[in-house]
């Protein structure tokens, strides 16, 4: 089948929202190439669980496409209808399964050498639509807080040295009361600007006491999630003819129900959480890459007014010789492994947050937690400067909120 | 700036880091010498290619921020070397079917996953055929499962019974070890993209008792120093010295694997899979140099598969992946040590990490008649 055989009972499976929304711009999407339509079911197909910016963006979007002349549809999508796709891909259930089929318009996009084309049709039309329906700015500057090196005593190879650039690095912090002065402001914030999911508190390890306006999730509330993930995946393996893609794909179809996450308080969130999960390699194994993989995920799909991470300990990788002895213990920690994880992964926060709306006014803070030393980084902090000066996280937020 | 200019710039940062750390020349300003080069040929010629893999990006190598990552290669290996400061890949970003590209010069479409040969002849199979060599003549030293179909590729003009031999340390260890060991799956782990996952094994891969038989070695002193080990790397690397001894293959491959931890999203443990690499890459110019079938007749060369996603590029996670194809996971380096190669030289010009087989197939004196590349000039 291709979009233009699409009609609004092939989206009966969908849940409410995405099939009322699909059926609306049937006749929008018959004019679109499959390569460009599968992505956009994907995301239409979730919406029921989207976060509100995200769902706002992909229905202005919509409406964009709609409002477009035959003749504009065409020039803006024609480099997305010259790539080939096999018969194969045009047989694929792609209504009901986007997702399934988009990896494997990947695969096929790689195989066929058209991925560079493809990459770069979905960069111009990226840059159009964000020209002809600019993106909403938020109503206040953003703020992204990283709080690294739970559990280290002391380091002293330098930190931040990929964020020190792009703002100011202070070396004499007064740690004392650091975190809870960071859940505050945060906390302050999502009193002040109320929203759904606008302000998010991630934790690598066990979440400490915060505020309940602000959205949190952490790796220790997850613990029953991932255990159950595993299990799963352990077992699935063990199918015969079961292999990496078909695992991918089995872990891409999962619910909350099936992990036992309850979605009576809040499905969005609920889903968010499996998707974490599920889609983000190491999330289940090192707490580091869930803190950064869901910072990431969070910024891109709810685009927060305010995000604060903090990283944990995560487990140390054994050496294949302690894997060879008999031993049953727990895993233990690597803290400093953890710190250098963190580092960049506050980097990669810093670098998320930039990729939203308003970003010459957006702030960031970066902290070696319990520590001396912070990068601070904002539209009125000298770029790539140092400051012995005594200060303490008070002062520091005084300066970019 | 536009995707060329990316990869020229990489190039460039490249050659002025080690211009100027390690007092290398720029390849264009340099004056072939064939007299030298006559002299320094020996009879004999073996190749050594090992892939510094899975993908490591430019900032945690060459560039100035990630020297401190490759210490050894910088003071042992760069001075003594013919570098290419761009060597770009333009096949599939996939572990497998990109070292299977690497080792027929042809862009494999193969599944990345599957159990399945290369479609294009491979290096090891042009080797035997055109110089009438036996199977015992070419070694692959792989990462486990996943690459055991390396080595002999469906072609229907070569193929069947003209590959190389393949070990697979970690599947030998595995086969080595009791049952009933409770990490005993770990040291299976394939790839790190799907780290529970490993492929059944349908090839022509090493049997255990052939460790007795081949390389003198009993299962119980293998798995003795295996559990002096950290990482299946330095396995393949102790696999590849017993082999150079016992053996003396003219043509062995090692896939380095370790690096390829990055997907499980832990930057400290990708940068320790570079360093242990670049280590174990310094102690192979050693062993060449100590081994008497080796030393000064062995053309060593090392290049990644390729690199991995830039932080900057929205459709990945920075380190993680090698998802996006964009210059940064494209573009990579190669190094070439040996008799009559230039040594402390830069080549600035683009290659294509499909001249690889060709190139080989000048040193040792084959031709890859299907391959996609082209020879490398300054190094045959």
Same mark, same amino acid.
């Given at each position: 089948?291709?979009?233009?055989?699409?009609?609004p009972e092939h989206f009966t499976s969908y849940p409410p929202r995405a099939r009322a929304l699909a059926s609306e711009?049937v006749?929008?999407?018959?004019?679109?190439?499959?390569?460009?339509?599968?992505?956009?079911?994907?995301?239409v197909i979730?919406c029921d669980?989207?976060?509100?910016?995200?769902?706002?963006?992909?229905?202005?979007?919509?409406?964009?496409?709609?409002?477009?002349?035959?003749?504009?549809?065409?020039?803006?999508?024609?480099?997305?209808?010259?790539?080939?796709?096999?018969?194969?891909?045009?047989?694929? @259930?792609?209504?009901?399964?986007?997702?399934?089929?988009?990896?494997?318009?990947?695969?096929?996009?790689?195989?066929?050498?058209?991925?560079?084309?493809?990459?770069?049709?979905?960069?111009?039309?990226?840059?159009?639509?964000?020209?002809?329906?600019?993106?909403?700015?938020?109503?206040?500057?953003?703020?992204?807080?990283?709080?690294?090196?739970?559990?280290?005593?002391?380091?002293?190879?330098?930190?931040?040295?990929?964020?020190?650039?792009?703002?100011?690095?202070?070396?004499?912090?007064?740690?004392?009361?650091?975190?809870?002065?960071?859940?505050?402001?945060?906390?302050?914030?999502?009193?002040?600007?109320?929203?759904?999911?606008?302000?998010?508190?991630?934790?690598?390890?066990?979440?400490?006491?915060? @505020?309940?306006?602000?959205?949190?999730?952490?790796?220790?509330?997850?613990?029953?999630?991932?255990?159950?993930?595993?299990?799963?995946?352990?077992?699935?393996?063990?199918?015969?003819?079961?292999?990496?893609?078909?695992?991918?794909?089995?872990?891409?179809?999962?619910?909350?129900?099936?992990?036992?996450?309850?979605?009576?308080?809040?499905?969005?969130?609920?889903?968010?959480?499996?998707?974490?999960?599920?889609?983000?390699?190491?999330?289940?194994?090192?707490?580091?890459?869930?803190?950064?993989?869901?910072?990431?995920?969070?910024?891109?799909?709810?685009?927060?007014?305010?995000?604060?991470?903090?990283?944990?300990?995560?487990?140390?990788?054994?050496?294949?010789?302690?894997?060879?002895?008999?031993?049953? @213990?727990?895993?233990?920690? @690597?803290?400093?492994?953890?710190?250098?994880?963190?580092?960049?992964?506050?980097?990669?926060?810093?670098?998320?947050?930039?990729?939203?709306?308003?970003?010459?006014?957006?702030?960031?803070?970066?902290?070696?937690?319990?520590?001396?030393?912070?990068?601070?980084?904002?539209?009125?902090?000298?770029?790539?400067?140092?400051?012995?000066?005594?200060?303490?996280?008070?002062?520091?937020?005084?300066?970019?909120? | =700036?536009?995707?060329?200019?990316?990869?020229?710039?990489?190039?460039?940062?490249?050659?002025?880091?080690?211009?100027?750390?390690?007092?290398?020349?720029?390849?264009?300003?340099?004056?072939?010498? $064939?007299?030298?080069?006559?002299?320094?040929?020996?009879?004999? #010629? #073996?190749?050594?290619?090992?892939?510094?893999?899975?993908?490591?990006?430019?900032?945690?190598?060459?560039?100035?921020?990630?020297?401190?990552?490759?210490?050894?290669?910088?003071?042992?290996?760069?001075?003594?070397?013919?570098?290419?400061?761009?060597?770009?890949?333009?096949?599939?970003?996939?572990?497998?079917?990109?070292?299977? *590209?690497?080792?027929?010069?042809?862009?494999?479409?193969?599944?990345?996953?599957?159990?399945?040969?290369?479609?294009?002849?491979?290096?090891?199979?042009?080797?035997? #055929?055109?110089?009438?060599?036996?199977?015992?003549?070419?070694?692959?030293?792989?990462?486990?499962?996943?690459?055991?179909?390396?080595?002999?590729? *469906? /072609?229907?003009?070569?193929?069947?019974?003209?590959?190389?031999?393949?070990?697979?340390? #970690?599947?030998?260890?595995?086969?080595? =070890?009791?049952?009933?060991?409770?990490?005993?799956?770990?040291?299976?782990?394939?790839?790190?993209?799907? $780290?529970?996952?490993?492929?059944?094994?349908?090839?022509?891969?090493?049997?255990?008792?052939?460790?007795?038989?081949?390389?003198?070695?009993?299962?119980?002193?293998?798995?003795?120093?295996?559990?002096?080990?950290?990482?299946?790397?330095?396995?393949?690397?102790?696999?590849?010295?017993?082999? =150079?001894?016992?053996?003396?293959? *003219?043509?062995?491959?090692?896939?380095?694997?370790?690096?390829?931890?990055?997907?499980?999203?832990?930057?400290?443990?990708?940068?320790?899979?570079?360093?242990?690499?670049?280590?174990?890459?310094?102690?192979?110019?050693?062993?060449?140099?100590?081994?008497?079938?080796?030393?000064?007749?062995?053309?060593?060369?090392?290049?990644?598969?390729?690199?991995?996603?830039?932080?900057?590029?929205?459709?990945?996670?920075?380190?993680? /992946? /090698?998802?996006?194809?964009? $210059?940064?996971?494209?573009?990579?380096?190669?190094?070439?040590?040996?008799?009559?190669?230039?040594?402390?030289?830069?080549?600035?010009?683009?290659?294509?990490?499909?001249?690889?087989?060709?190139?080989?197939?000048?040193?040792?004196?084959?031709?890859?008649?299907?391959?996609?590349?082209?020879?490398?000039?300054?190094?045959?």
């Amino acid at each position: 089948m291709l979009p233009s055989d699409l009609k609004p009972e092939h989206f009966t499976s969908y849940p409410p929202r995405a099939r009322a929304l699909a059926s609306e711009y049937v006749a929008t999407l018959h004019d679109l190439p499959l390569s460009f339509v599968s992505g956009l079911l994907r995301q239409v197909i979730d919406c029921d669980y989207n976060f509100p910016a995200e769902r706002k963006a992909l229905e202005r979007e919509l409406k964009n496409l709609a409002g477009l002349s035959a003749d504009q549809r065409a020039q803006w999508i024609q480099p997305f209808a010259s790539i080939t796709l096999s018969s194969k891909l045009e047989r694929f @259930d792609w209504v009901n399964s986007p997702a399934q089929f988009v990896e494997q318009l990947s695969a096929h996009l790689w195989t066929t050498h058209q991925l560079d084309a493809f990459r770069t049709a979905a960069t111009n039309y990226a840059d159009r639509l964000h020209s002809a329906v600019p993106p909403e700015q938020p109503i206040v500057p953003r703020l992204g807080i990283a709080i690294i090196g739970q559990g280290v005593d002391s380091y002293s190879t330098p930190l931040f040295r990929k964020l020190r650039p792009h703002g100011a690095y202070f070396s004499h912090v007064n740690p004392e009361n650091g975190l809870n002065v960071l859940l505050d402001v945060v906390a302050d914030r999502a009193r002040k600007h109320p929203g759904d999911y606008l302000h998010w508190y991630v934790d690598g390890g066990q979440a400490a006491e915060h @505020d309940a306006a602000v959205t949190s999730l952490s790796y220790a509330q997850l613990e029953p999630v991932r255990t159950a993930l595993l299990q799963k995946m352990h077992s699935e393996i063990e199918k015969p003819g079961m292999g990496p893609e078909m695992l991918r794909t089995f872990m891409a179809q999962l619910r909350p129900s099936d992990l036992g996450v309850s979605t009576s308080v809040d499905a969005i969130l609920g889903r968010f959480q499996v998707r974490v999960l599920t889609e983000g390699s190491g999330t289940q194994i090192f707490s580091t890459s869930f803190a950064q993989w869901a910072a990431r995920e969070a910024l891109r799909r709810a685009e927060p007014l305010s995000l604060l991470a903090r990283f944990a300990p995560r487990q140390r990788q054994k050496p294949m010789s302690e894997l060879l002895a008999p031993s049953a @213990d727990r895993p233990e920690l @690597d803290p400093v492994g953890s710190l250098v994880d963190a580092d960049i992964g506050a980097y990669y926060n810093w670098i998320n947050q930039q990729r939203l709306p308003g970003a010459d006014k957006s702030a960031f803070l970066a902290w070696f937690e319990g520590h001396n030393v912070a990068v601070l980084i904002g539209p009125t902090v000298p770029r790539g400067t140092v400051s012995d000066a005594p200060t303490d996280m008070k002062q520091l937020l005084s300066w970019i909120v | =700036m536009r995707p060329l200019e990316v990869a020229a710039s990489i190039g460039r940062t490249r050659r002025d880091f080690l211009r100027e750390a390690a007092g290398v020349a720029l390849g264009t300003a340099v004056l072939r010498s $064939p007299f030298a080069r006559a002299a320094s040929i020996a009879k004999n #010629k #073996k190749v050594i290619v090992i892939t510094f893999g899975g993908g490591a990006r430019d900032q945690e190598t060459f560039a100035p921020e990630g020297q401190e990552n490759v210490p050894n290669m910088l003071r042992d290996l760069i001075p003594r070397s013919t570098f290419f400061t761009q060597v770009v890949n333009r096949g599939i970003l996939g572990h497998y079917v990109a070292t299977a *590209s690497l080792a027929t010069g042809a862009y494999e479409t193969i599944n990345n996953f599957a159990s399945l040969p290369p479609e294009n002849p491979t290096i090891f199979e042009y080797y035997r #055929k055109d110089l009438k060599r036996p199977s015992s003549d070419t070694w692959v030293v792989a990462p486990s499962n996943g690459f055991n179909r390396i080595g002999e590729s *469906s /072609h229907r003009s070569y193929g069947l019974g003209l590959g190389a031999r393949v070990i697979l340390p #970690k599947h030998l260890l595995a086969a080595a =070890m009791s049952s009933g060991h409770t990490d005993y799956q770990h040291l299976l782990r394939d790839n790190y993209e799907t $780290p529970y996952f490993t492929p059944e094994l349908s090839g022509r891969e090493f049997e255990l008792q052939q460790l007795e038989t081949l390389l003198k070695l009993s299962v119980d002193d293998f798995k003795g120093h295996a559990r002096t080990l950290s990482s299946p790397d330095e396995l393949s690397l102790y696999i590849a010295r017993q082999l =150079m001894r016992q053996v003396a293959p *003219s043509l062995l491959w090692i896939t380095m694997h370790d690096i390829d931890i990055a997907h499980a999203g832990t930057y400290s443990l990708y940068v320790e899979g570079i360093r242990r690499t670049d280590r174990l890459c310094a102690e192979m110019l050693k062993i060449i140099e100590s081994e008497p079938e080796y030393a000064g007749k062995t053309t060593l060369l090392i290049l990644p598969d390729f690199g991995r996603d830039a932080d900057d590029d929205p459709g990945g996670n920075g380190f993680q /992946h /090698h998802r996006t194809g964009d $210059p940064l996971s494209r573009t990579t380096w190669l190094m070439a040590i040996g008799p009559g190669i230039r040594e402390g030289v830069v080549y600035d010009r683009a290659v294509d990490s499909t001249d690889l087989v060709p190139t080989i197939g000048s040193v040792l004196g084959f031709t890859a008649q299907f391959s996609q590349g082209r020879p490398i000039k300054e190094i045959v």
